[in-house]
């Protein structure tokens, strides 16, 4: 996945987003706003992952939907 194209679609991708992680609320997804590393921020705090751990699943997210 094209992490620009991403944030020119966010809306869309906005719900891929919400089927991955469930627990992203609305709010953290408009805070988000297609900022990867806000993106990354969030993970953190909602499933107490280390950065990279965050980062190694939104890399696996990011391969899983190309």
Not at 7 to 33: H, N, P, S, Y
Not at 48 to 57: G, H, K, M, P, Y
Request: include cysteine.
């Amino acid at each position: 996945m094209d992490w620009d194209r991403a944030v020119g679609d966010w809306t869309q991708f906005k719900g891929l987003l919400k089927e991955q992680w469930g627990d992203l609320t609305d709010d953290d997804l408009t805070r988000i706003a297609g900022k990867r590393q806000q993106l990354v921020g969030c993970l953190q705090e909602r499933y107490r992952l280390s950065e990279t751990q965050a980062e190694e699943a939104i890399a696996a997210f990011e391969s899983e939907n190309p």
